[in-house]
């Protein structure tokens, strides 16, 4: 069965510092692979996804990630850190199974400080 | 465009009682929809797969009797707690399933029980 890893379940920056949250998969498939982001008390927002297609897949506020099948990686990286950013971020993976389930890391909470 | 509705947002019962909560998308029609749950800062977990029309596929170790889901219509899809123990309390989110756009996803904004 699939699974994700997300390293580091809080991670803390600078406001304008890189931000990097770390995500790895187990799969012999390449799957498809998302970051989703919540906000507290809210439902998840979709910042990007991978779909087999380009390795760089670039998403909302500034966010981009980078698929790479020789680490099974996909972290997820902003150039500069606003302080909108603080939130949880989640990485998901689709189910390998005959289902489109996904299934979602353990978190990672970022901070951004002033 | 693709929003789900998710509805209550917040909701307190007495230990006992049913609760009923409601995911509808609002400008798309959802075949399939899922239900979660989430704990204080832990990740989201699968309970079930709804489907229009159809019996809902539950997960492994999710009480079938105790959350009853309903998709009724290509809108809609309910989640009742039968039964409420302040064990129930949690953080549940549903997603709705864009068709044809592979593992395209809304989800609603959640609704927070509390059992008392």
């Known amino acids: 069965a699939q699974s994700v890893t997300q390293l580091g379940s809080h991670v803390s920056v600078s406001e304008g510092a890189l931000v990097l949250l770390r995500c790895n998969y187990s799969s012999s498939v390449p799957p498809y692979l998302f970051w989703y982001v919540q906000y507290p008390n809210q439902g998840l927002q979709l910042l990007l996804k991978?779909?087999?297609?380009?390795?760089l897949v670039k998403g909302i506020n500034g966010f981009e990630a980078e698929f790479k099948k020789s680490e099974t990686s996909f972290h997820l990286t902003k150039p500069s850190a606003h302080m909108s950013d603080a939130a949880e971020y989640f990485c998901a993976v689709s189910d390998d199974g005959a289902t489109n389930k996904l299934i979602f890391g353990t978190g990672t909470l970022l901070a951004v400080q002033p | 465009g693709a929003v789900v509705s998710q509805h209550p947002s917040r909701v307190i019962c007495k230990s006992g009682t049913s609760v009923k909560i409601e995911c509808r998308s609002l400008?798309?029609?959802?075949?399939?929809m899922f239900w979660y749950r989430q704990f204080p800062k832990q990740s989201l977990m699968l309970m079930a797969t709804s489907n229009e029309g159809s019996k809902a596929t539950y997960e492994q170790g999710v009480e079938k009797d105790k959350f009853l889901i309903n998709h009724a219509s290509l809108t809609l899809s309910t989640l009742t707690v039968t039964s409420a123990h302040p064990e129930d309390s949690s953080f549940y989110i549903c997603?709705?399933?864009?068709?044809?756009?592979?593992?395209?996803?809304?989800f609603g904004s959640g609704t927070r029980l509390t059992v008392v």
């Open positions: 997603s709705a399933e864009r068709p044809g756009i592979g593992y395209g996803y809304t």
């Open positions: 400008d798309f029609q959802a075949t399939t």
């Open positions: 991978y779909t087999s297609a380009a390795t």
